[in-house]
């Protein structure tokens, strides 16, 4: 019998367009769920660069780390920060659930 040999899959190795880049945090945000999105963001910082997004952001690099880890709770200030020092933004569209009265 063969051993199979496996790597630890790491999302960050595959994001090397922004068309990646913006596919992967859509289909986070669209799953809802913060820590996932936190992750995501870890994930596209890493591939970017994690220092030069700091950087970028005005935030220490281990801050960020911590905030943009899979247990991170980044405040949406942080969030919003790293949006902006990947060179992308952050747009709401309306749900087919979305009743509004005015």
């Known amino acids: 019998m063969t051993k199979t040999t496996t790597t ?3 999302p960050a190795s595959h994001l090397s367009t922004v068309e990646d880049v913006a596919a992967y ?27 030069q997004i700091a950087r970028d952001a005005g935030l220490g690099r281990e801050s960020l ?5 899979s247990s991170g709770n980044p405040e949406l200030s942080t969030v919003l920060k790293v949006i902006s020092a990947l060179g992308l933004q952050l747009h709401v569209s309306a749900t087919d659930k979305a009743k509004m009265t005015v």
Do not use: F
């Open 65 to 69: 780390y911590k905030s943009l880890s």
């Open 8 to 10: 630890i899959w790491d």
């Open 25 to 51: 945090l859509e289909a986070a945000l669209q799953d809802g769920d913060p820590q996932l999105v936190a992750a995501a963001l870890g994930d596209i910082a890493r591939a970017k660069g994690m220092s």
